[in-house]
């Protein structure tokens, strides 16, 4: 729960969140949020009842079938292009984004050269660019850089689009169908799919592939860090200088207003878009079991509640977004999906950052080698493959294990070190220069840059060290050193 009182009081300010978000996004956008919140009851993989598996020599439905309408959705025109029959499908409508998006320059970038829109589609659903990001630390200090996360992309229009490319590229689209459970067989997997609402009869379909873009609502989306995210596109904050308004050309990456409370430590985010619109999260870092049903809706009461404590004005919410966002340690087993004839793509495969959490960067980077890898897998299901198709940046190494300590931040009277050991870290990146502190916000920063960071992170803070070991197990600690020195061996 979100605190803020007697326990009525807090069911008060969960009901008055549950009406905002319905108010302002609709009955279906409150029921996704209900979903996902729900599936926090059984946090374990939950395979649903499995067709009859198809017999060897069966013909498929399909080459592809994504289960999953959000980002993963740009794969579908893409593997449509390379002559593939595909189908996506989702319980809400396909392409309808919950979430807002920024970008880099090699995203944009990454965007056209993926052939699904031409340069200036994409420069037209760019609706802000910053000349610098900022990150700030309550009780510390500020952190500008440059090249992080500058440019804001419309999420609605860039899902519309690509679902309209799917779509004259002949993608069958399965709005508001739920997968229920599959069998694999020897050259096909059968499906059983369902309208999303109760008491629907199951649909058989099948496949060559299933791809599982259904992020952590996937049974198979078994990473060992998530981050439960609330908040949404607002109007009416007040715009000028100081800490407390919106400046339009400056996003805020990440900012704390105070230290652990409640056994976490909230970060807030800002992106700024369209005029007088600007994209707003708040947003901690829990292991998966930590996060049980109802951690959205109470985080969005928190939102709410404290949002002034972030930025001035009057804010009215224009659009909710909302969501988990698996990330993977690296300290513990990866998600993997059984069998040959599954991939897991996007969130329920974690492999972006585990700190920075940029599935948006990381998939758009890997967009045009993850098509090709699905539909290498379709037509030689036969060869090595792993059940994730992101390739996993070196940095990623050494990064988790700051991410599992975020999540296991120290309280009571400790409760300011978190914020301390951010201030001084970043102090250190931004000693670094723009390069280093950038390309580890990006995913880019080479293992033995990092393994400096880290160094002199330790001398300016020599109590890091008590804080990793209270934070992570012995063996754990082993493989962070044994992956870091990993990649710096590769690297030489």
């Known amino acids: 729960m979100s605190g803020g009182g007697a326990p009525g009081s807090a069911a008060r300010e969960i009901d008055a969140a549950r009406g905002r978000?319905?108010?302002?996004?609709?009955?279906?956008l409150l029921a996704r949020l209900e979903h996902l919140d729900a599936v926090r009851a059984a946090p374990a993989p939950r395979p649903g009842p499995s067709p009859r598996p198809p017999d060897r020599g069966a013909t498929a439905d399909y080459d592809v079938v994504i289960?999953?309408?959000?980002?993963?959705?740009?794969?579908?025109?893409?593997?449509?292009?390379?002559?593939?029959?595909?189908?996506?499908?989702?319980?809400?409508?396909?392409?309808?984004?919950?979430?807002?998006?920024?970008?880099?320059?090699?995203?944009?970038?990454?965007l056209s050269a993926s052939g699904i829109f031409t340069r200036d589609e994409i420069e037209r659903l760019v609706i802000a660019r910053y000349v610098e990001g900022l990150c700030r630390w309550h009780g510390g200090g500020t952190y500008p850089v440059r090249g992080v996360l500058d440019h804001a992309i419309d999420a609605g229009g860039l899902l519309a689009a690509a679902r309209a490319r799917a779509e004259a590229l002949g993608v069958?689209?399965?709005?508001?169908?739920?997968?229920?459970?599959?069998?694999?067989?020897?050259?096909?997997?059968?499906?059983?799919?369902?309208?999303?609402?109760p008491g629907a009869a199951p649909r058989a379909l099948s496949a060559r592939l299933l791809v599982d873009a259904r992020g952590a609502a996937s049974p198979y989306a078994t990473a060992d860090?998530?981050?439960?995210?609330?908040g949404g596109v607002l109007a009416g904050l007040s715009e000028g200088d100081g800490e407390r308004r919106i400046r339009p050309d400056v996003g805020e990456i990440l900012a704390t207003t105070e230290d652990v409370e409640e056994g976490?430590?909230?970060?807030?985010?800002?992106?700024?878009?369209?005029?007088?619109?600007?994209?707003?999260?708040?947003?901690?870092?829990?292991?998966?079991?930590?996060?049980?049903?109802?951690?959205?809706?109470?985080?969005?009461?928190?939102f709410f509640r404290l949002l002034s404590r972030y930025k001035e004005g009057?804010?009215?919410?224009?659009?909710?977004?909302?969501?988990?966002?698996?990330?993977?340690?690296?300290?513990?087993?990866?998600?993997?999906?059984?069998?040959?004839?599954?991939?897991?793509?996007?969130?329920?495969?974690?492999?972006?950052?585990?700190?920075?959490?940029?599935?948006?960067?990381?998939?758009?980077?890997?967009l045009a080698a993850t098509a090709a890898d699905l539909a290498r897998a379709v037509r030689e299901p036969g060869a090595r493959h792993t059940s994730a198709t992101a390739r996993d940046a070196p940095v990623h190494s050494g990064t988790g294990a700051l991410a599992a300590l975020m999540a296991k931040p120290a309280g009571g009277a400790r409760a300011g070190e978190m914020n301390a050991l951010l201030d001084t870290a970043f102090a250190v990146l931004h000693a670094m220069g723009n390069d280093a502190y950038a390309a580890l916000l990006r995913d880019e920063m080479q293992p033995a840059d990092f393994v400096r960071f880290l160094r002199e992170t330790a001398a300016r803070r020599p109590e890091v060290y008590r804080e990793?070991?209270?934070?992570?197990?012995?063996?754990?600690?082993?493989?962070?050193?044994?992956?870091?020195?990993r990649e710096l061996y590769r690297a030489r």
Do not use: K
């Not at 992106?271 to 292991?287: D, I």
């Open 21 to 28: 978000v319905r108010e302002a996004g609709g009955e279906a």
């Open 67 to 110: 289960a999953g309408g959000g980002l993963s959705l740009l794969l579908a025109p893409l593997l449509a292009s390379a002559g593939l029959r595909v189908a996506v499908l989702d319980r809400a409508r396909i392409g309808a984004a919950h979430r807002e998006w920024n970008a880099g320059t090699a995203e944009v970038a990454a």
């Open 172 to 197: 069958t689209l399965l709005d508001g169908h739920a997968l229920l459970g599959y069998a694999e067989g020897p050259d096909a997997v059968a499906l059983a799919v369902a309208e999303a609402q």
């Open 264 to 302: 976490r430590q909230h970060l807030w985010e800002a992106f700024p878009g369209r005029p007088g619109e600007t994209t707003v999260y708040l947003f901690y870092y829990a292991r998966s079991g930590d996060v049980g049903p109802g951690a959205l809706l109470s985080l969005y009461a928190r």
């Open 314 to 366: 009057d804010a009215r919410l224009v659009r909710p977004t909302f969501g988990f966002i698996p990330g993977w340690s690296r300290l513990s087993a990866a998600p993997r999906a059984p069998g040959r004839r599954v991939r897991l793509v996007g969130d329920a495969a974690a492999r972006h950052s585990p700190l920075t959490f940029c599935g948006f960067g990381a998939n758009v980077r890997e």
């Open 225 to 230: 860090l998530l981050c439960p995210t609330v």
């Open 468 to 485: 990793v070991v209270s934070a992570l197990p012995l063996r754990a600690i082993g493989r962070w050193g044994a992956g870091l020195a």
